[in-house]
């Protein structure tokens, strides 16, 4: 069980869109439409912003959205803001009760 | 509103076994999966393990040989027990509700080795 491959950072000025991609492998992502992402101010717990690929959950932004093909996925940011700049993490279902985590992406917002 | 309240010692000694609880405050267990992760300092987040209302249990590889979650329906709490902790195993410790829609959160404990 290897952890998911994000960039280890990502960089846009207010109001750009910026896009974090997540790969995995036939055995995570490719096999399940069940990649979630999560944002992470330090100090807090992390939220979820994106599940099952591309839903959000009630209340997150429609500025995020999330895709898949075949092994990776990925999250866009449109508009950023501020208050965007965080950590993103992608994580995905890996078979019978398994869940696998990316590395963690840090977004700065310039 | 459900919430999650977690707690346990967080400062160890190398070897000893680490234990943390988490309390479902407003809710049930009834057809949940109830999940634990970690962040150690600078890194990502690591998933731990994870248990079912049923009582089926699944845990990382590279901890299944040192980790237990159980749950106490009674009590609406659900814990996690690291045995034989190292330094490598300071971090923040998350519970969490959900097997991938992690939706609901504990507030993280602080643990360190």
């Known amino acids: 069980q290897s952890a998911l491959t994000q960039p280890a950072s990502v960089s846009g000025s207010p109001g750009q869109s910026i896009t974090i991609s997540c790969t995995g492998t036939s055995s995570d992502v490719g096999s399940y439409n069940l990649v979630s992402w999560f944002q992470h101010h330090p100090g807090k717990a992390p939220k979820l912003i994106i599940y099952?690929?591309?839903k959000r959950p009630s209340g997150v932004s429609d500025r995020f959205s999330g895709s898949k093909s075949g092994d990776a996925a990925s999250l866009t940011i449109s508009g950023l803001q501020a208050d965007d700049e965080a950590d993103y993490y992608c994580c995905s279902y890996a078979g019978p009760m398994t869940l696998v985590f990316g590395g963690g992406t840090k977004l700065t917002v310039l | 509103q459900v919430q999650l309240q977690q707690w346990g010692a967080g400062l160890l000694k190398p070897s000893e076994t680490l234990s943390l609880k988490c309390a479902v405050n407003g809710g049930s267990f009834s057809g949940d999966y109830w999940t634990w992760i970690r962040q150690p300092p600078g890194k990502g987040l690591e998933w731990i393990g994870v248990?079912?209302?049923?009582?089926?249990?699944n845990y990382n590889p590279s901890l299944k040989s040192r980790v237990a979650i159980s749950l106490d329906a009674s009590n609406n709490q659900f814990s996690l027990e690291l045995s034989s902790v190292t330094a490598a195993d300071t971090a923040i410790y998350y519970c969490?509700?959900?097997?991938?829609?992690?939706?609901?959160w504990g507030q993280g404990t602080v643990v360190t080795v």
């Open positions: 099952e690929v591309s």
């Open positions: 969490a509700k959900g097997l991938y829609k992690l939706l609901l």
């Open positions: 248990i079912h209302h049923s009582g089926s249990t």
